[in-house]
């Protein structure tokens, strides 16, 4: 096991230095000029050059990539152009938000899909099975924004029952529902459909394996039968789906923060993209990425745990 969690390491670490050389490359070459957007349209050029050189976007593109790695990695993330703030507080702090809103979101939605995927598969082919499964597939292809625009049109402007805007919640349960539901809503029907639909079909093959036949010939009980046959092997690609879905998660986000404007990671990316902001831009995506990797990496530990085969095998 130690020696599959250092592979994975590895892997990642290579994976995350890829993705930081990527990032930066294309945050610099957006068009835009940092100098004349901070200083706005009536500075004279003379002016803008100064602040450029004073913010060292002069230097060679190598330099400043060796300079910002080396910075992010020892924490100096850097200031804010546009904000004038350092970084590393302003991107954590909105990490952090972002992480009680998707966890809210998964944690309503992803039981009620293993839930109904398992239904599904213990009903395959009747109408429960044929219900959930057309209901997944039509969840999948309705984007985000379309739904947020719907929920938030019924529900808020129309009904009043829930603000506009969504912020970051007290501790009272009661406000934390009302903040985090409706941004929540269009990412948990998407996620929905395909974590059930995985989970029917890792129930529908554990259930014609032949473990699971020979547990029936020895007069196991049917609720035996799942709960200590059938869901532990059941639920492998299911743990896998999540994980990938944690990182589709906050690409959602940033729609779904700028419709609800809550203050998360997904809007300050947006800002920063905006205003041209790079410091925050490239803090910001790698942050998500090493988010990515490392959800990635509690799945892969998890399946090796579940499936020894997976620790052994080259």
Not at 135 to 160: M, R, Y
Request: proline share 5%.
């Amino acid at each position: 096991m130690g020696r599959f969690l250092l592979r994975r390491l590895w892997l990642s670490a290579i994976t995350l230095l890829l993705v930081s050389v990527v990032l930066f490359v294309v945050a610099e070459v957006l068009p835009g000029d940092v100098g004349r957007t901070i200083l706005g349209p009536f500075a004279t050029n003379a002016q803008v050059a100064q602040l450029n050189q004073e913010l060292g976007l002069d230097r060679p593109l190598v330099v400043r990539y060796a300079g910002w790695l080396g910075n992010f990695v020892t924490g100096d993330w850097g200031q804010s152009f546009l904000l004038n703030t350092p970084v590393r507080p302003l991107v954590v702090d909105r990490m952090v938000n972002s992480l009680l809103l998707g966890a809210f979101a998964l944690a309503f939605i992803v039981p009620v899909s293993i839930g109904l995927g398992v239904l599904a598969a213990l009903y395959r082919d009747r109408f429960i099975d044929r219900a959930i499964s057309v209901t997944g597939l039509s969840l999948i292809a309705l984007p985000e924004f379309v739904v947020g625009v719907i929920v938030l049109v019924i529900f808020a402007v129309e009904l009043g029952w829930f603000p506009v805007s969504s912020e970051v919640p007290s501790a009272n349960p009661v406000d934390v529902f009302r903040q985090f539901l409706m941004p929540s809503i269009p990412l948990m029907l998407v996620l929905f459909g395909y974590i059930a639909r995985m989970a029917r079909a890792g129930t529908v093959e554990a259930l014609g394996s032949d473990y699971v036949r020979t547990a029936v010939l020895k007069g196991l009980s049917r609720r035996t039968l799942i709960w200590r046959h059938v869901l532990r092997n059941a639920l492998l690609p299911t743990i896998s789906v999540v994980s990938v879905q944690v990182g589709y998660l906050f690409g959602g986000l940033v729609v779904i923060e700028t419709l609800f404007n809550y203050p998360g990671i997904g809007k300050l990316l947006l800002d920063s993209a905006v205003g041209h902001d790079l410091p925050v831009l490239e803090a910001s995506v790698l942050v998500v990425a090493v988010l990515y990797m490392l959800s990635n990496l509690v799945a892969d530990s998890l399946y090796a745990v579940l499936n020894p085969r997976i620790r052994v095998s080259r």
